[in-house]
């Protein structure tokens, strides 16, 4: 197959109609009407096979995972999302591989009426760089830089599931439905658009946590001037993790773990139970984690409040 099928057939498989894209696919550029009164939020994640997903990961799911990592962006900064583009580099010119990958892009797509605007087809390594776009108004945009000290810190969902996934996957085999639940979680993010959306000019601060908790917190905690504490006991898992994963490994897989996409934010105290039922009555419950302080870093406290030492810093690419 050469280019030009390849594209049509990714314009065909992820067709999603928006009028505010006054020109799609087929141009030298696209052509897109941002709301009046809108700041457009812009956002880039690449993904190299055998760095941000195995190998042998399924296409479905490489596509899915490559949109997913890129709304969570979006969710962490309020956005709601609008348009992407795909710049997808591929060994060879495999239909059936293409056609999976831009199913996954495309179930994402569509629940999240995003359009797929345009894009670059190149053969080399297989690597998927997206980029989407999204409407935030500038007042209501969540930044990581507002953390105030005696803040309440909260995160969305469950922690350490995808990093747990990852090490299943490197273990000996897989079956059963924590498993499955875990893998779910690694391949198949599910982006916290709407969690997001409830933290606009509520929360003080927000990050996606793709790097792991205390290395994403830890970027608030910079931006904001501002240092943290967490307790451990308070740190949400999900039953597969509590089911399949023994105590001590469960902790430094919650802390450090990265692939979660979960959003870490800061907000008053004195909202977080009118903030913890809405998120709960959107199909994703938060949980209260800790504070903010003033002295710098991210601490982390056991239940008899004595310091736990911390756990080997988040995912950084080129770190010796
Ligand atoms: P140009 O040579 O002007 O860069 P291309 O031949 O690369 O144009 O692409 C033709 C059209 O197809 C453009 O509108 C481009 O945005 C779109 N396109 C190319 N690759 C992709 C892709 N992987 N996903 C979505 N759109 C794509
Ligand atoms: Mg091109």
């Known amino acids: 197959m050469a280019e030009f099928a390849l594209i049509d057939l990714i314009r065909a498989r992820c067709a999603v109609a928006r009028e505010d894209v006054r020109l799609g696919i087929g141009d030298d ?32 799911d490489i596509g899915w995972k490559s949109l997913a990592v890129n709304l969570s962006d979006l969710a962490a900064m309020g956005a709601t999302p609008a348009w992407a583009t795909l710049a997808l580099t591929l060994p060879d010119a495999d239909a059936a591989w293409t056609a999976a990958f831009v199913d996954g892009f495309a179930a994402l797509a569509r629940e999240f009426d995003l359009a797929l605007v345009g894009g670059d087809t190149t053969q080399g390594p297989l690597s998927i760089t997206v980029t989407v776009h999204g409407f935030v108004p500038e007042s209501l945009a969540l930044r990581r830089s507002g953390a105030k ?49 409830l933290l606009r000019a509520r929360a003080h601060a927000c990050i996606d946590v793709s790097d792991g908790l205390v290395a994403d917190l830890g970027h608030i905690c910079h931006a904001s001037a501002v240092g943290a504490e967490i307790d451990l006991t308070l740190l949400p898992a999900s039953p597969a993790l509590l089911g399949l994963v023994a105590a001590e490994a469960r902790v430094s897989l919650q802390l450090a773990g990265g692939d979660d996409y979960e959003l870490c934010f ?36 056991a239940v008899d409040g004595s310091l736990v030492a911390s756990p080997r810093p988040g995912w950084e690419h080129f770190s010796p």
């Open 266 to 301: 800061s907000a008053a105290p004195a909202i977080a139970i009118e903030l913890l039922n809405d998120l709960a009555r959107s199909g994703c419950a938060a949980t209260r984690i800790g504070r903010i302080v003033a002295e710098p870093g991210v601490r982390v406290r």
């Open 149 to 197: 000290v005696g803040d309440a810190v909260f995160v969305t969902g469950t922690l350490g599931d995808a990093a747990a996934g990852l090490a299943l996957l490197q273990g000996p085999g897989v079956a059963g439905k924590a498993q499955e639940h875990l893998l779910a979680r690694l391949n198949r993010p599910t982006p916290r658009v709407a969690q997001g959306l």
């Open 29 to 60: 550029a696209a052509l897109l009407a941002v709301p009046a009164g809108q700041m457009l939020a812009v956002s880039t994640d690449t993904l190299v096979s055998g760095v941000h997903f195995p190998k042998d990961t399924a296409p479905f």
